[in-house]
């Protein structure tokens, strides 16, 4: 049920985080079932991976930058943007438009997507403990797909799998947090925020 008395936001503009972090978070849940072995890639992955891994998270991104939030600008944007270059280099071979990524190369992909993330969390340490977990297993994700892409070892893309569902789930729990500790004004869900 949508709440029927507005809740006051002090700059005219509506949080984007919790957007954000649920279209990641789901996304990344769904796409890490499939790591783990529990299903194929299919389509649902694919257009998860544009529309709300990518575009939504690209809207998130680009609100923040209207609320001179530079993090979530940096984080919402390029990970929307990550969401649509995967799902680019899984489709366009797929189109004949392109060689298939494999490899090397989708190694240093990953990787370099790792050390983005790792860079990133530091900057969560002055945010809460909430988003220091999701960034915090998002860089172990990224690299146990870079080594698993490197190396071929299919346990360790099921590992990542499982990283991957947690990470999300995390991500999941601090959008819903973000938005039912506004809505009620108090504390519903913990995020552990820095003292």
Excluded at 69 to 76: D, I, M, P, S, V
Aim: proline share 5%.
């Amino acid at each position: 049920m949508i709440p029927t008395t507005p809740v006051p936001v002090k700059d005219g503009i509506a949080n984007p985080a919790p957007l954000g972090l649920c279209a990641f978070g789901m996304t990344t849940v769904l796409l890490n079932l499939h790591n783990a072995g529990f299903f194929e890639l299919n389509s649902m992955i694919l257009a998860m991976g544009l529309f709300y891994g990518g575009l939504a998270q690209v809207v998130a991104g680009i609100i923040e930058a209207k609320k001179n939030n530079t993090f979530g600008l940096t984080a919402f944007t390029s990970y929307g943007f990550f969401w649509l270059s995967l799902v680019g280099l899984i489709v366009m071979p797929k189109l004949g438009w392109i060689d298939k990524t494999s490899g090397p190369a989708f190694s240093a992909y990953l990787a370099i997507w790792g050390l983005f993330t790792f860079l990133l969390f530091f900057g969560t340490l002055k945010l809460n403990r909430a988003l220091q977990f999701v960034f915090a297993t998002l860089t172990i994700l990224f690299i146990l797909l870079a080594i698993d892409k490197a190396t071929g070892n299919e346990s360790i893309n099921h590992l990542a799998g499982y990283v991957g569902i947690v990470c999300g789930a995390s991500a999941i729990y601090t959008g819903i947090a973000n938005v039912l500790n506004e809505i009620y004004g108090r504390v519903v869900l913990p995020i552990g925020p820095v003292a």
